[in-house]
């Protein structure tokens, strides 16, 4: 199994400002991933990290406001951008290795946005 | 906290098998209830979900009842196809935060 650490766990911000989040497995994995859950609704992926090029986005999601880097097979960052009340929410990292491409979860970082 | 216990895997049915994953939950409020599934080399997908008591889900065929008395959301399914070989988490949200179980293999053979 892989071990997700992500950081921060939480952080209260000021509108305009910017975050980033770090996403650190404890092992080689083939895929990253990056999701957001606003409270009581379920997940939406953001984008897939790819390692060595730019982030495939999902709809809605642009690269101008959520920057993603991936600059090894165990590292990853996600920037939100130009922070709003509206970013406020659960934001995770996970991860996708081993022989059977088992998903893993970090443990979220919670963002409030004033 | 809020936290999700679902059953350990890998689950191994043959084609047309009745499907139970077991989900049990422990959350302060009234979460809102999720199945997710990941298809192999993919990102996860939301299968069905639930937001309040005795609400229930279903996609594809599948189907969960969102049980407060037994703190429940158990996954069935009728009949399995090969197809729906995959790894299916539970997981809730709430104003509170959220959490994911650890994930059950499902495979299922011709």
């Known amino acids: 199994s892989a071990v997700i650490s992500q950081k921060p766990s939480r952080d209260i911000c000021q509108r305009g400002t910017s975050l980033t989040i770090q996403c650190q497995v404890d092992?080689?994995?083939?895929?990253m991933f990056w999701y957001r859950q606003q409270p009581g609704q379920s997940l939406t992926l953001i984008a897939t990290?790819?390692?060595?090029?730019?982030?495939?986005?999902e709809s809605g999601f642009v690269i101008d406001k959520f920057p993603i880097s991936r600059p090894n097979l165990t590292f990853s960052t996600l920037t939100v951008s130009n922070m709003s009340p509206e970013d406020s929410s659960i934001y995770l990292c996970?991860?996708?290795?081993?022989?059977?491409?088992?998903?893993?979860f970090g443990s979220g970082t919670q963002l409030s946005v004033l | 906290g809020n936290s999700v216990t679902q059953m350990e895997g890998p689950v191994t049915l043959s084609e047309e098998a009745f499907l139970t994953i077991n989900c049990t939950y422990t959350?302060?409020?009234?979460?809102?209830l999720f199945w997710y599934v990941q298809y192999p080399g993919e990102g996860l997908q939301l299968l069905l979900k639930?937001?309040?008591?005795?609400d229930k889900g279903s996609n594809k065929g599948f189907e969960a009842t969102y049980r407060k008395e037994t703190t429940s959301f158990h996954l069935e399914k009728g009949s399995v196809q090969v197809s729906d070989s995959a790894v299916y988490f539970c997981?809730?949200?709430?104003?509170?935060?959220?959490?994911f179980g650890t994930g059950t293999r499902l495979q299922v053979f011709p």
């Open positions: 996970s991860a996708a290795g081993g022989r059977n491409e088992k998903l893993f």
């Open positions: 959350a302060t409020g009234y979460p809102s």
């Open positions: 997981a809730l949200s709430s104003s509170r935060g959220g959490s």
């Open positions: 990290a790819n390692q060595g090029s730019e982030a495939t986005y």
């Open positions: 092992s080689q994995v083939t895929m």
């Open positions: 639930a937001t309040k008591a005795d």
